[in-house]
């Protein structure tokens, strides 16, 4: 590795490490276009959708609305610091403090939300009647206020009472009381949303054992979002899982593995609305009228049957008419 001299602050420049760096910040930027790109249209799937019922909608809404500030604004600041500080450039360390809080305080919220969507969705399947109680949109939006609001609140504690002139800023794990938040809620979370996820698979398996054929093979709209959102908690714990290692290693911000695991883990940033969209029909069929309009496309109907509906351009389409309520 080649190193330049010191910089004020007894900070040194490892070319190596600012090449990777660099290159990592181009796709985190990437991943961000995306990812701004991709939530903001499920943001107008769920929006405009009239088939899925107001609690669900507002999980979602709430989970791709944090991707959504993460991918515009939050991350790329991160990013941004994160290659200043390799390369030694002096700057206010409020500032630089700000945009790491900004991004940490999101990140972990966004992973909040995903383990409340594992265990509602758990609670649909084994308890419907109960479910009908806690999705109602008060009750949910009560529950995300206090586990959102209490990460956000948590994590302004722990980087006001910070000695910014001791800090590796980038790496709030190796902040005073930052590991144990790592692992209060962050860690966490991931253990639920799996726990959830396993016996809310376990749950469906054995129901569709005992179901007829037909009734197997027709995939509503409500089994499509479930599909969905299981698919995005599996995909959140694969990336994950590296990412909540390294920190709770205490591994410093100036290490190549810090670099490249967080640019792994960041990816799901921009994966998470491509699934979500990728995998519902009728929101993909959506997407897909307003990238191409005037286009032949499918239109699956609760039946499973398919036809085909030409949509005139500048017509404007309705793919909610098929699928069940959510």
């Known amino acids: 590795m080649e190193t330049s001299n010191p910089t004020p602050g007894a900070c040194n420049v490892d070319a190596f490490l600012v090449r990777w760096k660099a290159g990592a910040l181009g796709v985190e930027i990437a991943t961000c276009i995306v990812g701004s790109v991709g939530s903001g249209l499920s943001l107008w799937c769920l929006v405009s959708c009239k088939r899925i019922k107001s609690g669900m909608k507002l999980q979602l809404c709430l989970f791709f609305s ?82 959102l609001g209490g990460v956000m609140l948590l994590w302004l504690v722990v980087f006001l009472k910070q000695d910014l002139d001791e800090l590796d800023v980038n790496n709030p794990s190796l902040y005073d009381m930052g590991r144990e938040l790592y692992f209060g809620i962050l860690l966490t979370p991931m253990v639920v949303a799996f726990v959830a996820y396993v016996a809310m698979i376990s749950v469906i398996t054995y129901r569709k054992h005992s179901m007829g054929e037909q009734e197997r093979e027709r995939p509503s709209m409500r089994e499509q979002v479930y599909f969905a959102v299981g698919v995005l908690i599996v995909i959140n714990l694969l990336l994950d899982g590296p990412h909540i290692i390294l920190h709770l ?20 940033f921009a994966l998470d609305p491509i699934i979500f969209i ?12 307003l990238a191409l309009p005037g286009c032949s496309l499918p239109v699956a109907s609760n039946t499973g049957e398919s036809s085909i509906r030409r949509i005139p351009a500048g017509g404007v389409a309705r793919p909610d008419d098929a699928g069940s309520t959510v």
């Open 66 to 147: 944090l991707l959504f500030l993460i991918n515009l604004v939050a991350m790329p600041g991160a990013a941004v610091a994160e290659l200043l500080a390799v390369q030694c450039h002096q700057f206010t360390p409020t500032v630089h403090l700000g945009q790491v809080a900004l991004y940490t305080i999101a990140a972990t919220m966004e992973r909040n939300a995903c383990a409340l969507l594992a265990v509602y969705r758990f609670a649909a399947v084994c308890w419907p009647h109960k479910y009908q109680v806690l999705s109602h949109q008060l009750v949910v939006a009560v529950l995300n206020g206090i586990v």
């Open 249 to 268: 290693m205490g591994i410093p911000s100036k290490d190549l593995a810090f670099i490249v695991i967080h640019v792994v883990y960041r990816l799901h």
């Open 278 to 289: 990728g995998l519902n029909a009728q929101y993909r069929r959506k997407v897909l009228l």
